[in-house]
């Protein structure tokens, strides 16, 4: 296993500022919903469940960290961050719950759904709260997060919301097989969803 000394260059490419919960699903959500449908969907702070086939995976880097939902207690998450990521047969589903006069609704959307036409994302952040995966790691390098007094060791640099002394990790490269995730926010700097399909369901209908 290559220095750890590593981590303390290679972290300083990943800002950690993070767009609130779905936030581009939600754009979606207003833009076609009405009424009750869209003040609700629009308020950040909600749980989404994500399924791939594959995901393929550059400068992967994960570590502690925690989201403040509005009107929730702190929510610990690992961060799972990528320089690019190529992703096959994404599934992502939010639902949105008691509606007036209608119930749960769920908004679900499908892209890459070609093989030869992944999903593409650059600079991408998610903040897991669970996942199930085959995962195959190339130059990984396993440690703790680092805080102002333990300079060598894995991790962000001091200047933002992760978890001194938590599980960190990083690798050049990450694959990923047979994705489902559960989290609380999704951004990436671009993020390409090729053959996009977006649909509404009454009740729960979530990708997995």
């Known amino acids: 296993m290559e220095s750890q000394a590593r981590g303390g260059t290679r972290w300083r490419r990943f800002g950690l500022v993070m767009v609130p919960s779905v936030a581009a699903t939600a754009a979606i959500g207003v833009a076609l919903a009405q009424g009750a449908l869209a003040a609700s969907f629009s308020v950040s702070g909600q749980e989404f469940k994500v399924t791939a086939a594959t995901l393929n995976g ?3 880097v ?3 960290s925690f989201v403040d939902p509005p009107g929730k207690n702190a929510q610990p998450v690992v961060v799972s961050a990528f320089d690019s990521a190529e992703i096959t047969d994404l599934c992502q589903s939010v639902v949105i719950p ?15 759904t070609d093989p030869d036409n992944p999903v593409t994302a650059e600079n991408l952040f998610i903040d897991l709260t669970q996942l199930d995966t085959d995962a195959t790691f190339t130059n990984i390098d396993i440690g703790v997060s680092v805080d102002s007094t333990r300079e060598n060791e894995v991790g962000p640099d001091p200047q933002g919301p992760y978890l001194p002394g938590s599980f960190a990790q990083q690798a050049d490269h990450a694959y990923l097989e047979n994705v489902e ?7 990436a700097g671009t993020f390409k969803l090729s053959d996009l399909h977006l649909s509404l369901h009454r ?6």
Do not use: H, M
């Not at 008691?98 to 890459?112: E, N, Q, R």
């Not at 995730?181 to 951004?187: L, N």
């Not at 009740?203 to 997995?208: R, T, Y």
């Open 58 to 60: 550059e400068g992967l």
């Open 62 to 64: 994960q570590y502690g």
């Open 98 to 112: 008691g509606i007036p006069v209608i119930g749960d609704v769920t908004l679900k959307i499908a892209a890459g």
């Open 181 to 187: 995730q559960t989290a609380w926010a999704t951004s």
């Open 203 to 208: 009740g729960k209908n979530e990708c997995f």
